[in-house]
Nanobody, 124 residues
Framework: QVQLVESGGGLAQPGGSLRLSCAAS????????MAWFRQAPGKEREGVAA????????YYEDSVKGRFTISKDKGKKTIYLQMNNLKPEDTAVYYC?????????????????WGQGTQVTVSS
């Protein structure tokens, strides 16, 4: 059993920054990936960024490239999402997730364990 707890959401102005954290308990194997997803009202959940637990391989959705950075601290079993130059369209509930297997993707169907989500609102 894996539990994921996100924190760090809140209100930011356009152009501002927020840093999300996701603390995990339970098993994370080297073959697993961790990822951040987001879901805005009325929209489907979409992958934002992913990172392999065993390497520094990362993936970013096109709209966040150059603005968001995913990282991990294996000792703390925590992943982070540094979000810079935030835009109103980044407003959503952000979720972290652990993959079901060895697939490295941002397809929600490839992820088995999910956090409860943290709200990010970008508004002036």
């Amino acid at each position: 059993q894996v539990q994921l707890v996100e924190s760090g959401g809140g209100l930011a102005q356009p152009g501002g920054s927020l840093r999300l954290s996701c603390a995990a308990s339970g098993t994370i194997f080297s073959s697993h990936s961790m990822a951040w997803f987001r879901q805005a009202p009325g929209k489907e959940r979409e992958g934002v960024a992913a990172i392999r637990w065993s390497s520094e391989s990362t993936y970013y959705e096109d709209s966040v490239k150059g603005r968001f950075t995913i990282s991990k601290d294996k000792g703390k079993k925590t992943i982070y999402l540094q979000m810079n130059n935030l835009k109103p369209e980044d407003t959503a509930v952000y979720y972290c997730a652990r993959s079901a297997g060895a697939d490295f993707s941002t397809r929600p169907s490839d992820y088995r364990y999910w956090g409860q989500g943290t709200q990010v609102t970008v508004s002036s």
